[in-house]
């Protein structure tokens, strides 16, 4: 008998990848968009018997306009603020028609999220609504012209922080919020660890109950970056701690599932154009928090859940 | 139909905009569902750059003066396809197994793993599929009533007739020895390179129809008149004449050359060494006798007159060779053989120290005066080089520096010769003696159709050479283009331009040998294993893994980087055939594709 080498098996990153294809092309899709991969991942694994909320972002418009849908599934464009609100009527209409089987995903960016949907959302995990919440994140709200968001990181330009006024204060832990309600999962998820990503997907598929999926989405004309770039960025985004990968179970239940290769963020931040004016003072300073919050996360790690 | 307009009929939505249309707000429904795909939209219009695929060559290819596909059989092996590796690798080499055992493997210096952690075991890869594989017997091409006779087979000799026959030509090799593979058969022991080895890849020659003939000495049992009947003559004699050491007592009983006694030992002879065995050099020739000597119950020295770092054998020989205790003398250089009744009492030899480089780069040795020594001693081994002994060639044939003169097709100053391996100059070495003997035998071919050879060369030339492909060579004479799966561009894959995002540091494989308790077990020449090959091959496992550490370098494997990280779903993998059709209607250029090949299997191009 012939031993099965590795690499056959390794050939194919991910084997199943193309058979599960619902995401069409001719989207409106800036060249090297971080959104549409996270959507086509997402998709993959979540299959036809979907219903995405989209409130107003990027993805309004690069899903096409009307009577188009690049999706294949259908999809509710909704208001700026009200993603979680809505993808909860759609589950309670889903369920009375006894289609308790159908997905019922929002797909929001940061901005809708972090900031102005932020309360919608809170209130949709307070009463675990059985959705699955995944904000694609581009670290500002790039569709009307890269303005800041709350999750904009410390020091970047936009076009509301310009040099001389870069965005002061850190990017808001939206997982720790997320996690403060106690849902059943929430996780942190990068396109560019394609196999980690797409776990995390049937994870939360697997599940009951408001799960959150906080996405990291290059976005190269709002960073900065040459459209080939983008999931080189999103893997130095992790790589360097900038966005580590981990899931939370129950709001306690820390699990770290890619070790950070401990790149000097001075790497990432080189490459993207919003940090061009950071002085070393700069870079310094984001490397220390960056360190201090990863520690954070890995002392949240070992803790025990509470145990009534 | 162009394959790209085939893609847009087959999409039911090509003209869902024009169907579609609302002239006001009456026409719309109440509840507004889009229904219809986006793929329409021939978003393929935004780009200026596009992205394609397109192997280059990978390093260890050129590396390989014979010009190996090795990443190619490497891809084969960790496929399993055992079979097909070994037929792959007979494209380029009638002898993989003797290679897998005994080629210094250059390849491996040039692997861009070695920039990464260490080089892939290419070598014992090698090996792997020569055991592993099933040898065929490779195509002949119809008859081309053709004769080209060949001189010596020694791995240049049995290249150039293993090339000629598959072409078609009738071809007889003539070999002064009673059997054949030169310095395989006579000067690599058996304990590196067994002789059923060696038997078996020359019996596949036989099977193409080579006529071999041995014990014949071409210039004293038969003439060079008599090889006229042949339409050209290959000259591959080797170099057999070792150099004396100049010093008195040369001609005592006791004295022998390493050469000698490698084929004394070789053909079964009985060799009386003695208690005491003294090996002066310290190239491979010193080491084999070492070796050798050990394993007739000798007490071996080698004597050399350089430091270890200076020593021209091959590192991993040295070092077996101390493991199997040979002691090493060194900056020492013999003065005198010391003699009683013509036979070898003891070795007088003085203290040497180095000195500036010399021509060779290796620091040159001043002898110390007055530190005269002498070490006693049964047998004294010279192996200080090898020379050529042309005595024997045609007249007229133009012999310099110890080489024969020959042209950039092996052609020598007769146009029916042509020369190669070790009796032109280029390095000593089997691979060499390979690459000569297909260089050769293109030559040959060329001159034999009328064709040119430089144009041969400019279609069969590996990236910057000088190695050549035979399997080109083979489709060019016949006016074949080969259809590669992924169109080649003929450059050399760097280092600097793989993503090594996607590459894990990882261990080589350690190649197994005998141990060396089982081995001082074999060696005394009463134990009928003394001759025992060392080294083992890997297993299927350890070959699995060694190939798995190939990066593949510029060469498509169908990872599938490509077809995932695509924003736009505009790469899809194909069913049918190898690879991916990327889909110009959609794909917006963005080259996040390109960036992504671990490998560099893409470029951008401009339309
Ligand atoms: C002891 C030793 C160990 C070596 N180990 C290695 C090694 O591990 N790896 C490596 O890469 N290289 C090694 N080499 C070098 C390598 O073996 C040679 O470079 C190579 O064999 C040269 O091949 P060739 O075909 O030119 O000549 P050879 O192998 O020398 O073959 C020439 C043949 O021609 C025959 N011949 C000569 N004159 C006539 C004639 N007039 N008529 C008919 N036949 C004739 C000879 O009998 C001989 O069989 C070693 C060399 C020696 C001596
Ligand atoms: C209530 C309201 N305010 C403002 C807007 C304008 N608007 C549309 S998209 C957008 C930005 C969205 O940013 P984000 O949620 O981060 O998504 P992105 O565009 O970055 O994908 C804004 C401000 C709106 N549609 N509704
Ligand atoms: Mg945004």
Known sequence: MKAVSEFSKSKRLIKDFKEREIMGPGHLACQGCGATLNMRY???????NTVMVIPACCWTIIDGQFPFNTLGVPVMHTAFETAASAASGVRAALDRQGKEDTNVIAFAGDGGTFDIGLQA?????????NIIYCCYDNEAYMNTGIQRSSATPELAWTTTTPEGHPKQGKKKDIIQILAAHGIPYAATLNAAFPEDFLKKVRTALSMKGTRFLHMISACPPGWKIDSSMSIKAMRMATESKAFPLYEVYDGVKYHITHESKGTPVK???KMQGRFRHLTAENVDFIQRRLDYQWEQLLHRGQLEPFNG | MSEKEKLKNMDPNRNAHEKLSFSGISDLPDIVISTGHMTWNETGTWRYMKPRYRNLVSPCVVGCPNGQDVEAWIRLISEG??????????????IPGVCGRACFHPCEKSCNRAQFDRSVSINNLERFLSDHGTRK????AAATAKSVAVVGSGPAGLACAYHLRRMGHAVTIYEAAKEPGGVLRYGIPDYRLPRDMLAEEIDVLKKMGVEIQCGVRVGTDVTWKDMERFDRVFLGTGVH????????????????SGLNLLKKVASGEDVELGERVLVIGGGNTAIDAARTAMRLDAKVTILYRRSREEMPAHDDEVTAAEAEGVVFQMLAAPSKVVTENNRVRALECVKVKLGQPDESGRRRPIVIEGSNFTVPCDTVVTAVGELADFSFLPDGLKVENGAIVVDDSLKTSNERYFAGGDVVEQPHTIV??????????????CSLRGGSFEEALANITLATGPALSMRQYLAYREHKKIEEKVPVVNEICEYETLNMDYFEQSERVRKAVVGLTERMQTMPASAPNRFKEVELGLTEEQAAKAADRCFHCGRCIECDNCYIFCPDASVMPKTDEFGYAIDDYHCKGCGVCVHECPRNAMEMVRE
Do not use: C, F, T
Request: charged content about 30%; cysteine-free.
């Open chain 2, 241 to 256: 004449v070792s150099r004396a050491l100049g010093i008195s007592g040369e001609d005592a009983q006791g004295v022998m």
């Open chain 2, 432 to 445: 060499n003696a390979l690459a000569a003997g297909k260089r050769a035998a293109i030559g040959i071919d």
């Open chain 2, 81 to 94: 396809r055992y079979d097909e590796a070994l037929e792959k690798n007979m494209e380029e080499s009638p």
């Open chain 1, 42 to 48: 997402l998709l993959k694994e979540a299959g036809p």
């Open chain 1, 121 to 129: 959302l809170s209130g949709a995990a307070e009463r675990n609504e």
């Open chain 1, 267 to 269: 790497d990432y931040l």
């Open chain 2, 137 to 140: 017997v490779p195509k002949v």
